[in-house]
């Protein structure tokens, strides 16, 4: 099992308690594999506040880098995402998506 299905595993409760927390810390070890399906779950944490503050600039730009990678979710969920959010909110998320460099760190 990769890292982007445990994360599916425990947010779903699915034989082990339901854990937000968990399942984020497996998607993040996911989207540094470049696990494009583990960065729109990560998107839907903080679009929908599970286990995260709401914020729609970081779930969008999880939505951009899994849609970049070849996701389709990715792709609709952030062409959904933007129709409620402000300009400014659409360069924030422009530019976090340009500089998030797995390799140096994981930007959530």
């Not at 993040?28 to 914020?55: D, F, I, T």
């Not at 969008?60 to 899994?66: G, K, T």
């Not at 996701?71 to 976090?96: C, F, S």
Request: aromatic share 8%; with cysteine; glycine share 12%.
């Amino acid at each position: 099992m990769g890292a982007g299905s445990a994360g599916v595993v425990v947010v779903n409760g699915r034989g082990v308690p339901q854990d937000y927390a968990p399942a984020q810390q497996w998607w993040e070890k996911g989207v540094l594999q470049g696990n494009p399906p583990a960065q729109v779950h990560l998107g839907w944490l903080y679009e929908l506040r599970q286990g995260v503050s709401q914020n729609n600039v970081r779930a969008c730009m999880w939505f951009n880098l899994a849609g970049a990678n070849g996701d389709n979710n990715g792709v609709e969920h952030r062409n959904a995402l933007t129709k409620r959010m402000t300009p400014a909110q659409m360069a924030e998320t422009q530019k976090l998506a340009r500089e998030w460099n797995p390799k140096t760190a994981i930007n959530t």
